[in-house]
């Protein structure tokens, strides 16, 4: 069965030499000395951030400007084609910013400043700071993530830095489409879908009105996505319809609270008030009533 994962927000960046030469997106960041564990540093400037970003972070350790990291949560594991994952964090007066990713095959280093968001900021890294990223912790270990954070009209000050993180990548990708529901999407509700591993991919009206019934609710997926069962309306029991994914096919209309397919999707076990009922999922055809 595949799976998947979402997330999405916008900034964009760009590589720096090793002696802070803004480049372009394309250059890949650029290593410098060894920081450790044998890795090379890779550094990138985002929009905003000065030329000399790197070089004013020397200052001493200040809690009090220690900014605070909200988001993702700590230990978040991530397949490495999620491709866009927003940072949240709290800059605590902090208004030039050092986010930096390290294992034992990862050293990066982000500078970047305020991106505002509420009551604090985000970071959304672009592809070639994200491939710098997730496709070395491939290997599973984690990434340890720091935020620093120092008064950017300064050339040098006092440094605050966030308690560290980590972030872990799966050695593979996820490939799929996620199936929610949204209460409000173009006016009502929807089973959305959303299509896996493109960078800025946003959810689609899979199916609502004027697909179905404006009440779309509780809804099963087959293991193999070939088909799925959408309940309509109160659960009293509701009235379910039966698609193949793809082409979006309505294949049949039946009644039931909840829905559940076979393995192979050729049966789907169905509920209402009193009892359960196996049917042919392509025809909707009663196999087993009352299934025991």
């Not at 350790?61 to 993702?72: E, K």
């Not at 949560?73 to 927003?86: H, W």
């Not at 082409?247 to 008030?273: C, K, M, Q, Y």
Request: net charge negative; hydrophobic share 40%; charged share 15%.
């Amino acid at each position: 069965m595949k799976t998947t994962l979402f997330c999405a927000c916008l900034v964009l960046a760009c590589g720096c030499s090793s002696a802070e030469r803004p480049t372009t997106a394309d250059d890949g960041g650029s290593p410098e000395a060894d920081g450790g564990g044998g890795v090379m540093r890779q550094t990138f400037l985002a929009t905003g951030a000065p030329a000399d970003a790197a070089s004013r972070f020397g200052g001493a350790n200040d809690p009090a400007r220690a900014p605070t990291l909200v988001y993702p949560l700590d230990g978040v594991i991530v397949p490495p084609n999620l491709r866009e994952l927003a940072f949240h964090f709290l800059p605590a007066g902090n208004t030039l910013l050092e986010l930096t990713f390290r294992s034992s095959s990862v050293d990066v280093a982000v500078y970047l400043t305020c991106t505002p968001l509420g009551a604090g900021c985000t970071y959304t890294p672009d592809d070639p700071v994200w491939l710098a990223v997730a496709e070395p912790g491939r290997d599973g270990a984690p990434v340890e993530v720091r935020l620093r954070g120092v008064d950017g009209a300064a050339a040098a000050g006092p440094v605050g830095a966030s308690a560290p993180q980590t972030l872990q990548f799966t050695s593979q990708n996820l490939d799929g489409g996620l199936y929610y529901w949204a209460t409000s999407f173009g006016g009502g509700t929807a089973i959305v879908r959303y299509d896996f591993g493109r960078r800025g991919q946003r959810g689609e009206n899979y199916y609502s009105s004027p697909f179905a019934s404006p009440c779309v609710g509780c809804h099963a997926l087959s293991r193999n996505g070939l088909k799925i069962a959408v309940g309509l309306g109160s659960p009293l029991p509701a009235d379910l319809d039966v698609l193949e994914t793809g082409p979006r096919t309505h294949l049949w209309t039946g009644l039931g609270n909840f829905a559940a397919f076979s393995p192979d999707a050729a049966e789907i076990v169905t509920s209402d008030d009193t009892r359960l009922i196996l049917q042919a999922a392509q025809t909707g055809a009663v196999l087993v009533d009352p299934l025991d």
